[in-house]
Each structure stands twice: as C-alpha cells, then as structure tokens.
C-alpha cells in the first residue's frame, strides 16, 4: 500500500514538471501551429540567466522574474528573427510545415551550444531555498518535497493564468484568432505579427518556470532539460495539444503512467515508456484527450 | 472623396493577375464587379486591401494612397475586406467572431451598438451567440462575416462573392440584407461576384474586367439591358 | 512535360554513378568515406520524402527504422553467415514489416500526433537493445563487411569499396522511387497530400495509400541504415540517437521535402555544415569552451540561415516566387 | 680550369650521397606517420558537447598541460607531442568520422585515451586496418583487452567486472549480515558488473537497473528510492555514473534516508567535484559513503603524484579544479610519455606496441594497481582501494589518511587477493626517465 501511494506521488510530482514543459509547448502550438522544439533550448537560457542573476543577487525568488522575463524575451525574439521570416517565405511551399519544426532544432542546437560557449559544458546547481526533502506524515517521509509542491502550483498558476488570458481577454480572443484564421483575423484588423510575437513571449515565460522550478530538483547544463522537452511533448500529445488544460492532463497522465510502468512493470522499458503510453491513448483517441476533433493538420 | 485606381498591376508568380486596371468608385456608390472565373476579382479586392502586394500603378481611398500598407492597418482607416469563402473562423463561437470585429476599436460603447445593429439585422446569429461557428450553415455564416465587418464602422466594404455556394432564398436576403447596410449606413461598397444578376439588382454601377483589364462598364441598369454584355458575362 | 521512359532513367542514373566511382578514386579515403555518408543519407532523406513529400506523412522516428534495418542485417549476416548485399535485403524488408505494423497506427494520426508518436519511437526503440541479449547491449554488434573484392586489386581502399556499395544501392533505391512515383501509386500519394478530403472522395483508399507509403518509406530507411551499419562497422543504440533522426528531417527539409532528386543536395549540405563549421571554428581558437561549442554555434546558424533563405529545398519552383 | 671544378663538384656530390646513405640506414625506410624529427602528433576523440560532456570534457586540457610541461623539458627524445582533441559528443558514428579525420587527414601517430565503449568499437575496423596503436582507452570494458580482436589496443583501467568482484569482497569482509540493494545501468556495464558480483557471490536484497541517461527523469529516481525503501535495504550499492550518483543522493535526501542508509560508490560515479557541481548544498548528504577508485584519491596532499600533477595543473591547465579527470587525463598522459620514450629514437607503430607489451609493466603511473601488460595480455590496472567521503566530497582511505589497502583480481573467476598497495615512484619532477 505504501508502494503504491509512493508511487502515485512520485508519479504526480514528475508529472507536474513534464506539465510546465507542455504548457509551453502547448502554448506556441496555439499561437503559431508550430511544435516548439526549441522551448527546451529557451528554457535552458533562460535558466542559466536566472541563475546569473541569483548569483549577483543571492535570493531565487528574486532571480525567478528575471529569469521568466528573460524566457520571455527569448522566445520573443526566436519568433520575431526566425520563425516569422520562414513563416512567411515557406508560405504555399511544401515545406510550409516542417520548415519551422527544423529552423526550431536548429535554434535548440544553437542556443545549447552558445551556453557551452558561455556557461561551460559543466554540472551547475541553481538552488531553490525550498527544502527538496519529502514532507513526513508520522514516521514515514513521502516523495512529495515542498520544492514538489512548488512545481504543482507553478504548473496549477501558469494553466489558470493563460486559460483565464485566453479565455476571457481581447488578446487571449486575438491569439485564438490568430492562430486558427491568420488571415481572417488581419482583415477583421488583428495586428497577428505581434500577436503571434506575444503568444511566444507567454509560451517562453512558461517555460522559463519550468526551467527555474525543476532545474533546483536536479542541476543546470546545457543538456539538462532535452529529456524533458520530449516528455513534455509527448504530454502535449497526450493532452491534444490544443487545450491548458489537456497539457497538465497529459503531463499527470505521462507521469503517474510512466511511474506504474517502472514500479510493476520494470525498467526494462523505461525510454519506450512514454511510446506505449502515447499510442494507448491516441488508439482510444486519435486527437489526444482535449484535442478538438476537426483540429487542422500541422 | 473616392476609391481611385489607377494602372493598377498584379503580378502572381510569373503570371499578370491584373494588368493595368483604372476605375473610380465614389463615396457612397455601390458597384459590383463582373468578369468569369480567373478575370482578376478576388485578386483586386486582395490587392486593395492589402493581402497581395501591387506591382505598379496607384489606389487611394478618400485622396490617400492605400498601396503597401498592412490589411490590419487599412481597417483601421475604415477599409474592410470580406474575404471569399463565409470568412468566418469556425473555431471560435459566434460571440468571439462578433466581438474580433472590433476587436481593435477604443470606442466600445460603439462597438457595443454596432453589435446589437447586427444582431437586428441577423436575428438568427442572437439566437446561436454561444454556438461554435462551425455550427452555422453556409447562409449563417456569411451573415456572420458581414456582421463582424460592420461592428468594424467601415466606409469602404470590400464583399468577395457572398452569394458562393448559397441556395437562391438565401442569397436574395443577403443582398437584401447588403442593400439595407450601405442605405442605412452610407457605406461604400466594391462588391465582386460571379451571379451578376443579383449583384446588378443592388448596384449603382458595374465594371466588367476580363484577363486582368476593364472591358466595360456603366450603370446596373444599363449593363443589365446590354445584349452583347448579357452573352457574354451575365450568361443568358 | 514529357515523362521519361524506366529505361531512360536508369541509362541517365547508371551513367552517374559510373562517373561517380570513377572519381572516387581520385580522391582521398576521407573524401570516399564522406561520399558514402552522402550516399546513405540520400537513401533515407529519400525514405523522408517519400512519406511527409508525397503522402503528407510526418515522422521524427527515421532513426529508429533505420535501427530496424541495422539490426536486422547485422543479425542476419552473423547468425545465418550470408552475403552482406543479402543482409541489406533482409534488413530492408524487415523494417518494411515494423513500418507496415507502424503505419497502420499512424494512417489514422495527423500531423503533430504522429510526429509525437513518432519521436517517442526514436527514443524508446534503440535503448530496447540493452534489453534482449541477442542484441548486443551498449558495445552493440559489429558487422563484418569482410574484406574489398580481390580483383579490384590490393590498392582500392574499404572506403573506395564502401563507396560503391552505396552509390550502386542509392541508384537502385532513386530508380524503383522514381518509377514507383509515376505510376498511379503516385499520383494517389500526391493527391492525397495535397487534398485528402478530395482524394477520398475520388476514390482513392486514404488509409491504405498513407499505410503503403509508410511501409515503403520505412524499407528504404531500413537499406539506409543496413548501409549504414556496413560503413559504421556496427550497430549500437547511441548510433541511433533522436539526433539522427532529427538530422534525416533536417536533410529531407533542405531537400525541398517533395523532391527526389533534392536528396542528394540535402545529403552533401548534412555531411558538408559540419565540415564547414569545424573549419570556421579553428580559425578562432580560444578557451575549450570555445573550441568545443563554436561548431554547435555554426552549425545551427548555417542550418537556421540554409532553412530561411532557402526554405523551398535547392529546386525552388521559378513559378512561385511572388 | 672548367674540367678541375667539375671534378670537385662530382666529389662533393659523392660526399652528400654516400653521407645521405649513411643516415638512411640509420633511419627507418620512410618515416613513421605522425613523427617528424621535431614532433609526434596523437590524438584523442571524447565528449566535449552533449549530455555525456560534463566532467570528461576536462580530460583533454589535463593531457594537453602535462604535454606541455613534458614539451617544455625538452619534449620525448627531442620530439614536441602534438595532441589533436576531437568532439564525438558521445555518438559511435561521429567517433568514426572525426576519427577519420584524426587517422587520414590529421594523420596522428597514436590515438592516446579514446573514450566510450561503443565509440571505441566503431572505430575499431579503422584502427585495426591502419595499424595504429590505441593506447589507454578510457573504458572499464573488459573486451578491449582481447588481443585478437583488438590488437593494438591498450586498456588502462581495470574493468567493470573487476571491480564488482572486488566491492563483492569488500562487501562480504565488511558488511556481512547487511541488506545490501543494488542500483545498476542496465547495459554492459551493469551486466558486466552482474557478472562480477555473482562470481563473488554477493546477495542482494534488490537489484534495481536503470536505462542509462534516464537519471534524468524524476520518476525513475522515485523508483529507486520507493524500491530500496520496499526492500529494507539498510546497505546501497551503486554501480552508475556520475549523475545517476547525484541522483541517487537527492532521491535518498528527499526520503529522509541521509544517514540511514550506508552508499558504497562504483568509481564511474564517485568523482568527489563534479558530484559537488550536481549536488550543490546536498554534497554532505555523501558524506560518509564508501567508494571503490583505482587512482588516489586527488585531494591527497600526500601523495607524490597528486602534488606533482597539482603543480603542473598550477602552471599549464590555468588552474583548473584538480579532480579524478585531470587526475585520469594527467596519469594517462604521463604513460604515454613512457611509452613513447620507449618506443625508441624513431619510434614506430609497431616499435610503441611492442614497447608497451614489453616494458609498459614496469611504468610509473598513479594508480596503486599493478599493470599487467605482456606480450600475451593488454590488461592495464587490475586493482582497487576503498575509500570514505568527506564533507568536502573527497575520498580518504577507510585505513586512514595515506594509508591504501589494494584488491586486486581479473576480470575472471579468479580470487581477490588482499595486499598493501605498492607502486613505483614517481620520476623526479613528474618527468619519465624510463
């Protein structure tokens, strides 16, 4: 019994970081149709700036806006430079739609190797002051640390915050518009350059929570968040892509299932995990559990 | 105080879409466009309001150029463009598609008035308000499309083919219902389309443009009693 | 346009490839090895185009079928002693069955979807081969291409032979495509990519034809990464990281995605940005630091600028340009 | 007049031809790929990117520093060392292209130190047809040292097998009557580690693999913990590298198991610094662990090769933290000085192999373990100490400060033998005279 309810929380604290990573994802897949990869690479910038910052300034609650301000920008300035030209150049070419999930590798790559260049290719530890060890319930000490409890309400506020902006706010509405009519919302007078610039900018600084939050539960290097960006898709997936909401679904979905699958299964499979799990759930739904079913092909 | 082009040239690819077009519209006047398929329409009203770009000759609305200049922009000048096909977008409800109409406009008290203008004009989008526009039939929609482009308060309307892929009950209230609009308004009007009978009943003027250039025009009246233009273009 | 004859093409294609073993052996080892690098990679760049170019069909997963194809061939030359051309076969119709098996889950996945499903593939599928002990674990297996031909004589080099090997298997590979492409399979693929709605409707098996193209797609990748296990050596799961499959889409995208013949261009650009890079990078010096991410840093800008600049592959369309 | 210099001329020409002559039968018939009269260049292919970069990518400063300083004293025989650093980012495939570039273009002498045990076998075809010596590749797996397979290859450290046959010893010695778990990579070097500790006989009350690299994924680590916690293990074995390591200690903080449960490291995984640069202000959370190494421990102030390299990291790696990869880089370095030396004057491929099986043997390097090259084997080290983690992070031997006891055994079913570690010392100033 004690397994099992360990395991659960071990599979709901993963679950909430593979979340924040999805929400990014999710989140520039709504603005501009276009798979993230570099949401990692962003991420990791992001992260290393933060990091810069709490050393200079010696407080992570501090270094955390800075850090999401930088993540911001960031992915402002990746969206502005390279994926608006492509956009625009591929347009009609049949290229139209994987172009920019390679100019996106490409910006990964970049961006990881210009922190190398910058940071070293070195373990770094960005500490948070929150303690990393379980709380304790009587005797026993459960996985679920208030560094854990962190991630869940970063996760919990950053889905509330952008489904309430997408939901309820004119810009939410334009960057909802944007993203399905581009040119049907110019014409009804949307600025869609700089509201497809915005939807980065949020998706960037989502991302830089999940960088800021996780990297204290593990470390900082330039490599340090690949293995999350591809569970933070593969939640994306699960959750249908379109959907805040289906992003943090997905990310529970991967974590808990990816955890039973190690405890009783074995971790014979722990890297094709994540495949079983996905093709389960898209055999039962083929548009992810949020996904809209007449959602447009990327 | 006009929509004025002049020399007006648009190239696709290696292919002149619209080779030296010159026409006048005044304030006011309705005028529909008429030419078959592939004359040069849809890509002049794109290329008024600024999804194609021009590459020689001038248009100006009201005494200024309108060339070069972002869609977005040019609504904000009062230049709306419906685009072809029931420019609706299907993912958002009728409410959202209503409300991106005035989406940039400061004055809401206003939009809120045109809006319920709207809603009178199509009572049938009320009764759907909170439908998702995928919901809506062809006719519905381009109620819709029409109605997002009036809370915009324009003066010159750019209407592409609304009447596309209607039953004949529903496009008469569709013209109907543009004939009310630009009476009650005082909008301008550049309406293209192929079934230029109806189009003719409600214009003023009509311009027929062929392979990109202006054939002919003159008065609905006139066009319409016109043997060689009715053979030829009106297909009857 | 006039269509070529079979015949025509191969006369055209044979002739190249005459030309090109004929200059293999007025250049280095290092420039034979980098030609069969190109060669292979052309295989499953084609493998690409053919699945996302013609039937519309998005994968991230290349990687893994060519892990297939490796794996297969390398298993059936150790264990049944066959002729390596024989374990390219087999490996490539192994990885045709896993494609068949895959394609069918993904005829019903559209673009993103399967794109996900594809990447969690690539990731799960090599590590397996730490889990069955036939598969040799991390060190991997090696595969013995034995020695070069005797009577091409004691100085044409392993590299030289390797060379060939693939020039000859990528000219097999373009000719079936592209005569594979102009028969109504084509036409059925193309008319689904560019409207699967309207090529229901006229008739045309969706399902069926993306479920073909997957399992001819993945045949290729599985000859690719057969040769590629003859020109590694071996065949071990950090051979066949996410990377490379990310690298065969990047190619397919420099290729122009919907252009064959593009492969081979995509192919020389893969093979040729890290060269250029290492190069331009030396020129500076520096810290460690330096000297090590420097190529990273070049690379991605040339791929990112290569992406912009040229978004529509090597062949751009003339008629497009507005 | 014109006849007479003629005659001259013909004399001098007869002079420069039969000196020339002279030399030539001095010299080798042409001369060995690499070695000019003023350089020997070698190369190296390891991780400096990628997720694998993190601590090797000190190893090739640390070689390149004690070249340096070697080269600075006069160099090998009269011969500067070049070493040509090449990236493979950890993927067999780019191991065998900038390996090419290393053997065809760069056209090194020797490849000193290579890293990763499928990287390795990719370009062992390569290797082998060329003729060229790999010397002290940087891998535990024991396969590298069958000659036939590999004949120009060297082994350094001792390998994976060894190692868990001797921590199954320890284990059985010191630890008897503990629950005693097992975390492992599940690939070779897991299996081999398997091996090893079967052939020691140890027990297990968990055996607990994991996928490598996926000590990333916090569900994988909340794995481990929940499965030592089911099993009531009180004794963990971890048989990973570095950052599964530092996983391991965060998981254990996180279950409030810091001091309940005794680590014993592997020494992929137990490198004092770059555990400190994971963990950060967990680091004492290590603090009393136990840990397998082969090299002294490189916060040692007393030992005579730890201050010596320290003094030449001083001076030629701009300072760099001096831990176990300028250790290794430092130690692998200083063999291939000896080697070289003994390869000759004009040392050739076959001439460096041959010294190796001949003389290598004798060598002064840093670890306490013998080495067991020979005509008839490649092994290298073949030998272990235990030592115990301080709050700095650093290991100090479980007999005291200085003070080593060796394990040494093969990579077989053969014993562990028990002995007081013993090893040549170190050339005056750190420079071989061999």
């Known amino acids: 019994m004690q397994i099992f309810i360990n395991t659960i929380l071990v599979g709901l604290s993963s679950g909430a970081i593979y979340s924040l990573m999805s929400l990014a994802l999710v989140l520039v897949w709504r603005s501009t149709r276009v798979v993230n990869f570099a949401a990692a690479g962003q991420a990791i910038l992001s992260t290393y700036i933060g990091y810069e910052a709490m050393s200079s300034m010696h407080n992570y609650w501090l270094s955390l806006p800075v850090a999401i301000l930088a993540g911001a920008g960031i992915s402002a300035l990746v969206e502005a430079l390279v994926m608006r030209p492509l956009a ?34 070195n373990f770094i530890q960005y500490t948070s002051p929150l303690s990393s060890k379980g709380y304790t319930i009587g005797q026993t000490t459960i996985p679920f640390s208030p560094q854990n409890a962190a991630i869940v309400i970063g996760a919990v506020v950053v889905m509330a915050m952008f489904a309430a902006i997408f939901k309820f706010t004119r810009l939410g509405l334009a960057l909802r518009a944007a993203s399905f009519q581009p040119e049907i919302s110019r014409l009804a007078g949307v600025r869609v350059d700089r509201i497809r610039t915005i939807g980065w900018a949020f998706a960037g600084a989502a991302g830089a929570v999940a960088g800021a939050l996780v990297t204290p539960t593990s470390y900082l290097s330039p490599n340090s968040l690949d293995l999350l960006l591809v569970s933070g898709f593969v939640a994306a997936v699960i959750g249908g892509l379109e959907s805040l909401i289906g992003a943090v679904v997905g990310g529970v979905v991967l974590g808990l299932g990816f955890a039973f699958i190690l405890q ?6 722990t890297f094709s995990a994540a495949f079983i799990i996905l093709v389960i759930v898209l055999l039962i739904r083929p548009q992810g559990i949020f996904g809209r079913r007449s959602g447009r092909e990327a | 105080m006009t929509l004025k082009v002049e020399q007006l040239h648009v190239q696709h690819g290696a292919i002149t879409a619209i080779e030296d077009l010159t026409f006048t ?44 200049k972002r869609p977005e922009d040019l609504v904000r000048r009062g230049i709306v463009h419906v685009s072809e096909g029931k420019a609706v977008i299907p993912e958002l409800t009728v409410a959202e598609n209503l409300e991106l109409g005035g989406i940039w406009r400061k004055d809401k008290s206003d939009v809120a008035a045109a809006t ?26 381009q109620m819709l499309a029409i109605g997002r482009s ?18 004949p009950l529903i496009i008469e209230q569709i013209f109907a219902a543009i004939d009310a609009l630009r009476h009650r308004l005082g909008l301008t009007v550049v309406l293209v ?44 | 346009m006039k269509h070529k004859s079979p015949i025509r093409r191969l006369a055209i294609l044979l002739f190249i490839g005459a030309l090109l073993i004929a200059a293999s052996g007025r250049v280095d080892q290092l420039r034979a090895y980098q030609g069969a690098q190109v060669a292979i990679f052309a295989i499953a760049i084609s493998a690409i185009v053919l699945l996302t170019g013609y039937s519309g069909q998005i994968s991230l997963g290349h990687g893994a079928l060519m892990a297939v194809g490796g794996y297969a061939a390398v298993l059936s030359r150790t264990h049944w002693n066959i002729p390596y051309p024989l374990s390219f076969i087999i490996g490539s119709a192994v990885a045709g069955v896993f494609g068949f098996l895959l394609g069918i889950a993904a005829a019903r996945l559209k673009g993103p979807y399967l794109a996900g499903t594809t990447l969690a593939l690539a990731v799960g599928l090599p590590s397996l081969a730490n889990q069955f002990h036939v598969l040799g674990g991390e060190q991997g297996l090696t595969f013995d291409a034995g020695n070069v031909p005797s009577w091409l004589g004691s100085d044409f080099s392993q590299y030289r032979w390797f060379f060939v090997v693939t020039v000859i298997a990528a000219i097999a590979v373009f000719w079936l495509l592209r005569n594979l492409l102009s028969t109504r399979y084509g036409r059925r693929w193309r008319a689904i990519r560019s409207n699967p709605t309207a090529a229901a409707l006229a008739g045309i098996n969706v399902g069926r034809a993306k479920v073909l193209a997957f399992t001819l797609s993945s045949t290729v990748a599985g000859l690719a990464g057969s040769l590629f296990a003859m020109l590694l050596g071996l065949v071990a799961p950090l051979a066949f990281t996410l990377t490379l499959s990310f690298t065969l889409v990047t190619g397919a995208v420099l290729a122009g995605v919907s252009n064959l013949g593009g492969s081979i261009v995509g192919a020389v650009v893969l093979v040729s940005i890290p060269e250029l890079s290492n190069a331009a990078a030396s020129h500076f010096g520096g810290s460690d630091k330096v000297t090590a991410n420097l190529p990273g840093v070049i690379t991605s800008v040339l791929l990112i600028a290569t992406v912009l600049f040229i978004p529509n592959g090597p062949k751009m369309p003339k008629l497009s340009r507005q | 007049m014109f006849v007479q210099r003629r005659t001259k001329g013909g004399i001098f020409a007869a002079a420069v031809v039969a000196a020339a002559a002279l030399v030539a039968s001095a010299l080798p018939a042409h001369a060995e790929t690499g070695v000019t009269s003023s350089t020997i260049k070698l190369g190296v292919t390891l991780p400096l990117t990628g997720a694998a970069a993190p601590g090797y990518n000190k190893i090739p ?127 070779d070097f897991g299996m081999d580690a398997l091996k090893g500790f079967s052939t020691a006989g140890t027990t297990f009350v968990a055996k607990i693999p994991y996928a490598a690299l996926s000590q990333a994924d916090p569900s994988v680590i909340g794995k481990w913990v929940t499965s030592i916690v089911a099993s009531g293990a009180d004794t963990v074995v971890m048989f990973g590298v570095t950052s599964a390591t530092g996983a391991l200690a965060g998981g254990l903080y996180k279950a409030g198991l810091i001091g309940k449960v005794q680590l014993i490291l592997g020494s992929v995984g137990s490198d004092g610094t770059t555990l400190k640069g994971l963990l950060g202000p967990l680091a004492p959370a290590l603090a009393g662990s136990i840990a397998a190494s082969f090299l002294p421990s490189p916060s040692d102030a007393t030992d005579e090769y730890i201050t010596q390299f320290k003094a030449i990291n001083t001076q030629y790696n701009a300072g760099a933290t001096f831990d176990n990869n300028v250790l290794v880089g430092m130690n692998t370095a200083m063999m291939t000085v000896q080697a070289l030396r003994a390869a000759g004057m004009s040392p050739t491929r076959a001439s460096l192999i041959k010294a190796i099986e001949t003389k290598g043997s004798t060598w002064a390097s840093a670890a306490f373990s013998p080495l067991l090259y020979s005509a008839k084997s490649h092994v290298g080290y073949t030998g272990y100490w235990f030592g115990k983690l301080g709050l700095d992070g650093n290991a100090v031997s479980v007999d005291g400060p200085g ?5 040494t055994t093969d990579s077989g079913s053969g014993a562990v033998v028990k002995a007081a570690a013993a090893r040549p010392a170190m050339p005056a100033k750190g420079l071989p005279k061999n």
């Open chain 1, 88 to 121: 625009k150049r591929s347009k009609g070419t049949p290229v139209e739609a994987i172009a920019p999930v390679i100019a996106t590798l490409g910006v990964l790559g970049g961006i990881r190797s210009l922190a190398g260049l910058i940071w070293g290719n």
């Open chain 2, 150 to 167: 009036i809370i915009a308060r324009p003066q010159l309307l750019l209407l592409d083919e609304p009447s596309l892929g209607l039953a």
């Open chain 2, 116 to 141: 319920a203008e709207v809603l009178e004009l199509f009572p049938r989008l009320g009764e759907r308000l909170k439908q998702g526009a995928d919901t809506l039939s062809g006719g519905e929609r």
């Open chain 4, 403 to 407: 003070k080593y006891t060796l394990y």
């Open chain 2, 25 to 68: 519209i005044n304030e006011g006047e309705l005028v529909t466009i008429i030419g078959s398929n592939g004359a040069g329409k849809t890509t002049l009203l794109r290329a008024l309001s600024g999804l194609l770009p021009v590459s020689a000759g001038s248009a100006s609305w009201k005494g200024e150029s309108i060339l070069g």
């Open chain 4, 61 to 187: 400063a640390a070689m390149k520093a004690y070249f340096d300083y070697v080269n600075a004293n006069g160099g090998v025989n009269g011969r500067q060392i070049k070493l040509v650093v090449k990236d493979d980012a950890y993927s067999p495939s780019q191991t065998l292209s900038v390996t090419n570039d290393l053997i065809l273009k760069d056209k090194v002498f020797a490849l000193v130190g290579t890293l990763g045990t499928a990287n390795n076998e990719a370009t062992t075809r390569l290797v082998n047809s060329q003729g060229v010596p790999r010397l002290f590749v940087n891998t535990g797996f024991s396969g590298f040292a069958d000659m036939k397979k590999y004949p120009t290859t060297f082994p350094l450290f001792p390998s994976y097998a060894t190692e868990a046959k001797i921590m199954g010893k320890y284990l059985s010695d010191n630890f008897a009557g503990h629950k005693v778990a097992l975390i492992y990579q599940d690939d």
């Open chain 1, 264 to 269: 009783y299964i074995g971790t014979s499979v």
């Open chain 2, 193 to 236: 389309e192929q079934n230029a009978m109806s189009a003719l009943s409600i214009a003023d003027r009509g311009i027929i443009i062929n392979l990109g250039r202006v054939v002919g025009s003159g008065s609905a009246q006139a066009l319409l009693n016109d043997p060689a233009l009715r053979s030829a273009y009106l297909g009857y």
